[in-house]
């Protein structure tokens, strides 16, 4: 059976998982840790719990795929290279460039490092996990899956700021959003899960993770999303300030004694929200044992929540209604106490949570009670699967 690869790479990392196509099901996974560092970590899981690590130099990107395909041949994952049919590779920013998903060719390669601009720690390391790749595997269905590329529907009233139109016209300054891919899942799953056409349904997703971004989706479309032109924006993350006022910025940089715009965007994106708010930690769960005791811990929690009600509150207007209100990736999948905080207050807009269906972790399942008017749905999310349906939908229109 043809088998397709859904790829993640990063500046030193590359993060993968292979399929059985079309069934969906997961043959092997795995991440290689630390390229071009000492002491690369190459960690294959499959078959019945059975996992493979291997610590070595890996000295690039190129060099992870030849020994991570060589290894899936010698663990019998795979008989050969031609066992491999297809390979989807997630990439961040698309721009306006490309509203859907694209065969790779070296023109669709040489785009994407040009939008680098549009997402500096993504794009390059997106582009050299493509072109390792397409030196091993030269003649496979390569699919280049964009993360911005679910919300080029939103319209212009949405996407545009409120800065001269030159801007966006000469420099395609606009709003771009973020984790396209895992919104367009998890939406999908949810009109799936409520036995609705998606077309008829006005859904609000929240991804929230470390970096987090709640969506507005009308009719299985994207009309409005909380990140911008690039992830900082929206609302509160685990190191990402969110939406903040503009003027904020020359304001610290005097205080601070700052000389580039560039020192005050890395405080912004590293060493805000919640780690920032509590100086403690930018992890959920850590704020979460220290909050009786911990003030700060607990006004950041505060914060989190109120941001992504209002963001929600906003979206239901965007709509003028909503059917579901959809819960994913770390913190949305498992943050119990957050999930109730943020649904307790919002209640006036006909949504209740049942406290008992809530209370799980990481399982998929419809969590308002059953008269609630608005739905609530814990969806984990999975990018990855997402990416393989895009290389398998490239393969029929062959």
């Known amino acids: 059976m043809p088998k397709t690869m859904s790829i993640n790479a990063g500046s030193s990392s590359l993060k993968w998982k292979l399929y059985e196509m079309p069934a969906e099901e997961v043959i092997a996974s795995g991440i290689v840790e630390r390229i071009g560092l000492n002491d690369s970590i190459f960690t294959i899981k499959y078959g019945d719990g059975e996992k493979f690590e291997q610590v070595l130099d890996i000295e690039d990107h190129a060099i992870a795929v030849e020994l991570l395909l060589k290894q899936l041949i010698e663990l019998s994952i795979i008989q050969d290279f031609n066992d491999i049919s297809g390979v989807g590779h997630r990439v961040v920013a698309g721009g306006e460039i490309f509203p859907d998903s694209a065969l790779v060719t070296e023109e669709v390669i040489q785009q994407i490092e040009d939008l680098s601009e549009f997402a500096p720690l993504h794009n390059p390391a997106n582009a050299t996990g493509i072109k390792a790749f397409r030196e091993i595997l030269p003649d496979i269905t390569s699919v280049a899956v964009f993360d911005t590329s679910f919300h080029q529907t939103m319209p212009k009233v949405n996407y545009l700021y409120s800065i001269p139109m030159e801007y966006y016209e000469k420099y395609n300054a606009r709003k771009y959003g973020a984790h396209g891919i895992s919104h367009q899942y998890v939406s999908e799953r949810a009109a799936e899960m409520l036995g609705r056409p998606l077309e008829e349904l006005k859904i609000i997703t929240c991804h929230l993770g470390n970096g987090a971004s709640i969506t507005a989706v009308d009719g299985g479309k994207s009309v409005d999303t909380s990140m911008g032109f690039t992830p900082?924006?929206?609302?509160?993350?685990?190191?990402?300030?969110?939406?903040?006022?503009?003027?904020?910025?020359?304001?610290?940089?005097?205080?601070?004694?700052?000389?580039?715009?560039?020192?005050?965007?890395?405080?912004?994106?590293?060493?805000?929200?919640?780690?920032?708010?509590?100086?403690?930690?930018?992890?959920?769960?850590?704020?979460?044992?220290?909050?009786?005791?911990?003030?700060?811990?607990?006004?950041?929690?505060?914060?989190?929540?109120?941001?992504?009600?209002?963001?929600?509150?906003?979206?239901?207007?965007?709509?003028?209604?909503?059917d579901a209100i959809v819960f994913t990736a770390g913190i949305g999948e498992n943050g119990v106490e957050t999930r109730k905080e943020i649904i307790d207050g919002i209640t006036t807009f006909g949504v209740e949570l049942d406290d008992e269906r809530n209370n799980v972790r990481g399982k998929e399942r419809i969590i308002s009670t059953d008269d609630s008017k608005v739905k609530v749905l814990l969806i984990p999310t999975d990018e990855e699967v997402m990416i393989a349906r895009e290389v398998e939908r490239f393969k029929n229109q062959k």
């Open 232 to 322: 900082l924006a929206g609302v509160t993350m685990g190191t990402r300030s969110g939406d903040i006022d503009a003027s904020l910025l020359p304001f610290l940089m005097e205080k601070l004694g700052l000389n580039t715009i560039d020192e005050m965007i890395y405080i912004l994106n590293n060493k805000s929200g919640l780690k920032g708010l509590s100086g403690v930690s930018s992890d959920m769960r850590d704020l979460e044992d220290v909050e009786d005791t911990n003030e700060k811990a607990a006004i950041a929690l505060r914060i989190f929540a109120n941001r992504v009600q209002k963001y929600i509150g906003s979206y239901i207007a965007t709509m003028n209604g909503c």
